[in-house]
C-alpha cells in the first residue's frame, strides 16, 4: 500500500485519529498530550505541502473514498483552492495550538486541558474536510462538527461570559446548519445528486424545470453560511464569543473558523450554481452590499470598543467583509485579492489576537487605556502587534496590502471604483483604531498595570515571532503564494 | 388557480406543505421564547421539519423499503435521503445534548434560565 496515495483522507483522519486518542492521554501520561497534537498537525501540514507540490505540478485531482467513484461514494477534490485553504488551516493552526500549549495553563483548570486539545484537533480535522470534500452532505456534517468543536473551545473556560457566549453561537450556527440542510434538500429534490459535479451538470435542466426550487436553495444557502461566516447584519453572535474565549481559541475562531465558510460559500457559489442563473438574480450584488457594509460597520464598532479582545473580533467582521466583497465582484484581481486575504487575515488577525493573549498573560490588564506604556516592558509582543496592526491597515510591505491592492485593482476592472473608495476608507477607519495603540504603547509612560510583567516563555514567543516575519515575509515576496491563487481564481472563473 | 385546484395540489403534496409549517413553527419558537430550554425545543422541532421534508423527497407511493428479494419485483423508495437523515438525527442529538449542558452551565451561574434575564443581569448586549 503505497501511503502518500492515500494523503487527501489521511489528512482528515489522522487529527481524527489523535482527537480521540487524547482523552486516554490525558489520564494516563498527560506531558505526552501537547507533542501528540502537535505531532498531529504537523503530519496535516506536511499532507498539505505534499499535495500543493503534486497540483501544482500535476494538476487537480481528486480521491475516491474507500474507492467507491462518484455519484455513489464520497469524493475529496484536491484543487488549487483546497490546498491553499488546507495549507492555511494547518500552518497557523499549527502556531496557534504551539503558542496555547503554554498560554492554556493559565486561563483553563488543569483538568480540562487534554479535552482541550481534544477539540482542538477536531477543529482542525472538520475544517480540513469542509475545504477538501466534493460532497455536499459529507460538508454539511463537518459543518456540524466544527460548530460543536468551535462552542466547545469557548465553553471550555467556564466563566459566566463564555457560557453564554458559546450559548448564542451555538443557536445561531444551528440555525445556519439548519438553514444549509434545507437548501441540500431543495437541491437533491431537483438533481438527485449529492456530489458538486454532478450536480453542477444536473443544475442548468434543473433551472428551467425548476426555478424556484434553486432560487430559495440559493437563498438558504447564502444566509446559513452567512451567518456562519458572521456576514454583516448576521454577526451578532461574533463579538462575544470571539472576545470572551481563552486566547487561542479566539486566535483561531477568528483567523481560520469563519473563514473555513466563506470558502465553502466561494466552492458552492463558482463551481455548483450556474452562471446563468447567479446573472438571474441579485445574489452577487447583496452579498457586495453586505460586505461594503461590514467593512464601513465592523471598523466603526470597532473604533468604539475599550477591550482589546473585542476591538479585535469587531476588526474580524469587518475583514470577512473583504473577502466576501472580492467573492462578489466577479472579477479575476478581485477574487485573486479575497482569496487572498483568507490566508493574509489568518495570519494578521491569529497574530494580533496571541499578542492581545500575551498581554493578558503578562499584566492581566485587557482594557485599551490600562495598556498604554506597554512596549517599555514587554517590546517583543508589542512590535509583533505593530506588524499586525500595520498590516490590517494595509501599509506597503505587509501582507494586507497586497490582498487590499488586488481587490482594490478587481473593483476597477469591472468598473466600479466606488468599491475602490470603500477599501480606501476602511483602510483610513482601521488605522484610526489600530494606530493610537501603537502610539500608546510606545511614547506613552507606563500605566501602573504594566509597570512589571510576567515573563513570557518561549513557547509563546516563537509562535508570534515567526507570525509576524510572516505576515512581512508574503508582503515583500507575494508570488510565492499568489501562483497558488491565481490558477485557483481561474479555475473558479472557468477561465 | 381556483380554490378546489390549491387544495388539490396541497394534498398531493402534503408532506412538504407540513414540513414547511412544522418549520415556521420551530422557527418561530426560537425566536420568540425567552425561556432558553423552550429555545432548544424550538431548534428540536425546526431540525425534524427539515427531516421529515428530506425522508418525504425520497417516498415513491406505493414504494417498499428496499430491500432485494430474487425474482420479485417492487416499486422501491429511494434509501439515500433516509441514509442521510440517520446522520442529522444523531447530529441532533448530540446539538441538543450540548445546548441543554450549557444551559445546567447557565442556571449555576445566573439562577435563571430566562434570556432576558440573563441579559438584565449581564447589564446589555442580546442573546
Same mark, same amino acid.
Request: hydrophobic share 55%; glycine share 6%; aromatic share 14%.
Given at each position: 500500500?503505497?501511503?502518500?496515495?492515500?494523503?487527501?483522507?489521511?489528512?482528515?483522519?489522522?487529527?481524527?485519529?489523535?482527537?480521540?486518542?487524547?482523552?486516554?492521554?490525558?489520564?494516563?501520561?498527560?506531558?505526552? /498530550?501537547?507533542?501528540?497534537?502537535?505531532?498531529?498537525?504537523?503530519?496535516?501540514?506536511? @499532507? =498539505?505541502? &505534499?499535495?500543493?507540490?503534486?497540483?501544482?505540478?500535476?494538476?487537480?485531482?481528486?480521491?475516491?473514498?474507500?474507492?467507491?467513484?462518484?455519484?455513489?461514494?464520497?469524493?475529496?477534490?484536491?484543487?488549487?483552492?483546497?490546498?491553499?485553504?488546507?495549507?492555511?488551516?494547518?500552518?497557523?493552526?499549527?502556531?496557534?495550538?504551539?503558542?496555547?500549549?503554554?498560554?492554556?495553563?493559565?486561563?483553563?483548570?488543569?483538568e480540562v486541558i487534554g479535552w482541550y486539545y481534544t477539540l482542538y484537533l477536531l477543529l482542525m480535522a472538520s475544517m480540513t474536510g469542509i475545504v477538501i470534500t466534493n460532497d455536499i452532505f459529507n460538508m454539511f456534517v463537518f459543518f456540524e462538527i466544527?460548530?460543536?468543536?468551535? /462552542?466547545?473551545?469557548?465553553?471550555?473556560?467556564?466563566?459566566?461570559?463564555?457560557?453564554? @457566549? =458559546?450559548? &448564542?453561537?451555538?443557536?445561531l450556527s444551528v440555525l445556519g446548519s439548519g438553514a444549509f440542510l434545507l437548501a441540500i434538500a431543495l437541491l437533491y429534490m431537483v438533481t438527485g445528486h449529492l456530489n458538486f459535479t454532478f450536480m453542477a451538470e444536473a443544475l442548468p435542466d434543473a433551472m428551467v424545470l425548476y426555478p424556484k426550487n434553486l432560487l430559495v436553495a440559493l437563498g438558504l444557502l447564502v444566509v446559513g453560511l452567512g451567518v456562519k461566516a458572521a456576514l454583516f447584519p448576521l454577526h451578532a453572535w461574533l463579538p462575544d464569543a470571539h472576545s470572551s474565549a481563552p486566547s487561542p481559541s479566539s486566535a483561531v475562531l477568528?483567523?481560520?473558523?469563519?473563514?473555513?465558510?466563506?470558502?465553502?460559500?466561494?466552492?458552492?457559489?463558482?463551481?455548483?450554481?450556474?452562471?446563468?442563473?447567479?446573472?438571474?438574480?441579485?445574489?452577487?450584488?447583496?452579498?457586495?452590499?453586505?460586505?461594503?457594509?461590514?467593512?464601513i460597520i465592523g471598523s466603526m464598532f470597532a473604533i468604539v470598543q475599550d477591550d482589546i479582545k473585542k476591538m479585535l473580533a469587531y476588526s474580524s467582521i469587518a475583514q470577512i467583509g473583504y473577502v466576501f466583497l472580492g467573492v462578489g465582484l466577479m472579477s479575476e484581481s478581485a477574487l485573486v485579492g479575497g482569496i487572498l486575504h483568507i490566508f493574509n487575515h489568518a495570519t494578521m488577525k491569529s497574530l494580533l489576537f496571541l499578542v492581545a493573549g500575551a498581554f493578558i498573560?503578562?499584566?492581566?490588564?485587557?482594557?485599551?487605556s490600562e495598556l498604554k506604556g506597554i512596549g517599555?516592558?514587554?517590546?517583543?509582543?508589542?512590535?509583533?502587534?505593530?506588524?499586525?496592526?500595520?498590516?490590517?491597515?494595509?501599509?506597503?510591505?505587509?501582507?494586507?496590502?497586497?490582498?487590499?491592492?488586488?481587490?482594490?485593482?478587481?473593483?476597477?476592472?469591472?468598473?466600479?471604483?466606488?468599491?475602490?473608495?470603500?477599501?480606501?476608507?476602511?483602510?483610513?477607519?482601521?488605522g484610526i483604531y489600530y494606530l493610537p495603540i501603537v502610539v500608546n504603547a510606545f511614547f506613552s509612560k507606563p500605566e501602573e498595570a504594566v509597570k512589571e510583567p510576567k515573563q513570557l516563555p518561549?513557547?509563546?514567543?516563537?509562535?508570534?515571532?515567526?507570525?509576524?516575519?510572516?505576515?512581512?515575509?508574503?508582503?515583500?515576496?507575494?508570488?510565492?503564494?499568489?501562483?497558488?491563487?491565481?490558477r485557483a481564481a481561474q479555475l473558479l472563473l472557468g477561465l | 388557480m381556483s380554490i378546489t385546484e390549491i387544495v388539490l395540489r396541497?394534498?398531493?403534496?402534503?408532506?412538504?406543505?407540513?414540513?414547511?409549517?412544522?418549520?415556521?413553527?420551530?422557527?418561530?419558537?426560537?425566536?420568540?421564547?425567552?425561556?432558553?430550554?423552550?429555545?432548544?425545543?424550538?431548534?428540536?422541532?425546526?431540525?425534524?421539519?427539515?427531516?421529515?421534508?428530506?425522508?418525504?423527497?425520497g417516498y415513491v407511493r406505493g414504494g417498499r423499503s428496499p430491500i432485494l428479494e430474487p425474482g420479485v419485483d417492487h416499486v422501491f423508495i429511494n434509501p439515500l435521503p433516509t441514509a442521510l437523515i440517520l446522520t442529522g438525527i444523531v447530529v441532533a442529538v448530540s446539538v441538543t445534548a450540548y445546548a441543554l449542558s450549557l444551559i445546567i452551565k447557565l442556571y449555576k451561574h445566573y439562577g435563571t434560565i430566562d434570556a432576558e434575564e440573563i441579559m438584565r443581569i449581564r447589564g446589555g448586549g442580546s442573546l
Open positions: 500500500m503505497n501511503l502518500s496515495q492515500h494523503l487527501p483522507a489521511l489528512i482528515i483522519v489522522v487529527p481524527l485519529f489523535f482527537a480521540f486518542v487524547m482523552p486516554l492521554l490525558a489520564r494516563w501520561c498527560k506531558q505526552w /498530550c501537547v507533542p501528540t497534537t502537535l505531532g498531529a498537525i504537523i503530519f496535516s501540514f506536511g @499532507a =498539505a505541502v &505534499k499535495m500543493t507540490f503534486q497540483v501544482m505540478n500535476t494538476g487537480p485531482f481528486s480521491y475516491y473514498m474507500g474507492n467507491w467513484p462518484p455519484p455513489w461514494g464520497i469524493e475529496l477534490s484536491i484543487d488549487y483552492l483546497t490546498v491553499f485553504a488546507a495549507l492555511t488551516i494547518n500552518g497557523v493552526g499549527l502556531l496557534i495550538i504551539w503558542y496555547g500549549s503554554k498560554d492554556l495553563l493559565h486561563e483553563l483548570k488543569s466544527c460548530a460543536i468543536a468551535s /462552542c466547545g473551545i469557548i465553553s471550555i473556560k467556564e466563566s459566566r461570559d463564555c457560557i453564554e @457566549a =458559546a450559548f &448564542k453561537y451555538l443557536v477568528s483567523a481560520l473558523v469563519i473563514k473555513v465558510y466563506a470558502v465553502a460559500m466561494i466552492r458552492l457559489l463558482y463551481l455548483v450554481f450556474p452562471r446563468e442563473l447567479l446573472g438571474m438574480t441579485p445574489v452577487m450584488e447583496m452579498i457586495l452590499w453586505m460586505a461594503t457594509l461590514a467593512i498573560y503578562g499584566t492581566g490588564a485587557r482594557k485599551l517599555h516592558t514587554m517590546p517583543i509582543p508589542t512590535i509583533a502587534f505593530c506588524i499586525g496592526a500595520f498590516s490590517m491597515v494595509g501599509i506597503p510591505i505587509t501582507s494586507g496590502f497586497i490582498s487590499k491592492w488586488y481587490l482594490a485593482l478587481g473593483a476597477l476592472d469591472v468598473g466600479r471604483p466606488f468599491f475602490t473608495a470603500v477599501i480606501l476608507i476602511s483602510s483610513l477607519l482601521n518561549r513557547q509563546m514567543l516563537v509562535p508570534l515571532t515567526l507570525l509576524s516575519i510572516g505576515v512581512i515575509f508574503f508582503g515583500i515576496f507575494p508570488s510565492l503564494i499568489l501562483g497558488i491563487v491565481y | 396541497l394534498h398531493a403534496n402534503s408532506y412538504y406543505f407540513f414540513a414547511i409549517l412544522l418549520f415556521i413553527i420551530g422557527f418561530h419558537t426560537m425566536l420568540t421564547h425567552n425561556n432558553l430550554i423552550k429555545k432548544v425545543i424550538g431548534m428540536n422541532i425546526m431540525d425534524t421539519a427539515i427531516f421529515l421534508l428530506f425522508v418525504a423527497i
